[in-house]
């Protein structure tokens, strides 16, 4: 079990944006806000590579989102609250562009239950409730999937909502069936528009990567940064992306809707129909993936909470960017404690030397974790991390654990400062710096 502490104020790295900006004055707070979540949906989004947490973003954008109530006038047009996603870079403007056939809508994330039960009981007020759909939030890439005389045709991305990114590769990667229809099938829909969630699964991750680093090339951290990558890239390495649908407009049933696209060849659609004791039986459906997400081969962020009804949600409405009907129950990211007990070298082929800190074996999210990753020796001198100390780490749905955390307070005395290698480990050739990164000197080191 993850050890849970009572230690105060532990320097928090994750999100060091909070404390960043006087909090005094509305138009700087908001001018600051609005640029870091631009900057942090354009790292998700454009590179996958992330530069700040989900909960981290999610605490931001609340925040965002409570002085902008306050201050309507300060509001900016840039502002991530007025904008789903994230508006596409300049190179796929033209000609990968592509309009959606519907709105593709972001979820209101939730990370305390009390939060979910206050928006069940809005919802509850709906006019004709009929119950509602749970289902597991996947981790993974949103996509809408067009099909055209039984296949798919056309892929693209959330982008801004309205209009997203094509992706040419994605078609013969995914595990897209043809469809099966029944004459009652065709007089709901003959041609649907499907969207659903792009996943990897753990095992494929472990492949892609190991055939990665063998090359030099940086590994994906997860297994969302690998979906949104892999879809984008003309190398498949070999792997089948995984398509979950959770929604294909028919009016009616969403439950019904997804077992229409049973029969037309998609896999069993994993859900869950409440109908009455919301409370207890969302409870109940939030502990049971909570209890099995360690063993699952791919991951879930959570779970997503919507009306079964499709015309009740669309009586409900929406926001700039949220349905009314529906909301996200976010995991908390598992954290735990243990004590740094050594830094090791590695090196690339490129030569660049990387530190990676040793462990006391500790359980996260069902793995034991034993190495952390320490980014560079630049990253370790300014957080002052050093052998012996006692940290926190979190894997957070993803592959490689990271360190959030130093409790400084409970440092001893005769812990001193990291000291970084003067000579490659592997050649004992002078090692150089080349802005952040460390390198080894030799051009001929036996192990480059």
């Known amino acids: 079990m993850p050890i849970k502490t009572n230690f105060s104020n532990p320097t928090i790295i994750t999100n060091p944006l909070t404390f960043v900006e006087n ?11 609005v640029k870091k979540l631009n900057e942090a949906n354009d790292a998700y989004y454009h590179t996958t590579k992330p530069i700040m947490s989900d909960q981290a973003y999610d605490n931001l954008y609340r925040e965002l989102e409570d002085l902008e109530k306050q201050h309507p006038d300060l509001i900016k047009l840039e502002s991530p609250t007025g904008n789903i996603g994230y508006k596409l870079p300049p190179k796929v403007i033209d000609p990968n562009k592509v309009p959606h056939m519907e709105q593709m809508y972001s979820l209101r994330n939730a990370y305390h239950i009390e939060d979910v039960y206050r928006h069940i009981d809005r919802v509850l007020n709906a006019e004709a409730f009929r119950g509602m759909c749970v289902e597991p939030k996947y981790d993974g890439l949103a996509l809408e999937v067009v099909y055209c005389k039984k296949n798919p045709v056309k892929v693209s991305t959330r982008g801004d909502g309205s ?5 040419p590769y994605a078609i013969p990667r995914m595990n897209l069936p043809k469809l099966k229809y029944t004459q009652k099938d065709m007089m709901k829909f003959i041609d649907p528009v499907i969207y659903g969630e792009c996943i990897i699964t753990h095992d494929e991750l472990k492949r892609v990567n190991e055939i990665r680093l063998e090359r030099g090339e940086i590994p994906y951290a997860n297994c969302r940064n690998a979906v949104a990558g892999l879809i984008r890239t003309e190398e498949d390495y070999g792997v089948t992306l995984t398509f979950i649908p959770y929604r294909v407009f028919m009016g009616g049933m969403q439950s019904v809707a997804m077992e229409v696209l049973e029969t037309m060849g998609f896999d069993p659609i994993e859900r869950h129909i409440v109908t009455d004791n919301y409370h207890e039986r969302i409870t109940e459906i939030i502990k049971h993936y909570t209890e099995m997400r360690p063993s699952l081969n791919y991951d879930i962020g959570g779970v997503v909470i919507k009306l079964d009804c499709q015309d009740e949600e669309y ?21 735990a404690m243990t004590r740094l007990t050594d830094i090791i070298v590695q090196r690339a082929p490129s030569g660049r030397l990387t530190p990676v800190g040793i462990l006391e074996p500790v359980k996260l999210d069902g793995v034991v974790i034993t190495r952390v990753t320490l980014n560079n020796f630049k990253y370790i001198e300014e957080m002052d991390v050093r052998i012996g100390d006692y940290v926190n780490i979190i894997r957070a749905g993803g592959v490689i654990p990271k360190l959030t955390s130093i409790y400084r307070e409970v440092r001893s ?25 460390m390198y080894c000197s030799n051009p001929n080191c036996k192990d480059q």
């Open 23 to 33: 909090k005094a004055d509305p138009k700087s707070r908001i001018d600051f806000l």
């Open 163 to 167: 209009v997203g990114e094509l992706l």
């Open 315 to 335: 009586r409900l409405g929406y926001t700039a960017k949220y349905p009314n009907g529906s909301i996200a129950y976010k995991f908390p990211a598992e954290q």
């Open 413 to 437: 005395d005769g812990i001193i400062r990291y000291a970084p290698p003067t000579q490659c480990p592997y050649c004992s050739f002078p090692n150089k710096m080349e802005g952040k990164y």
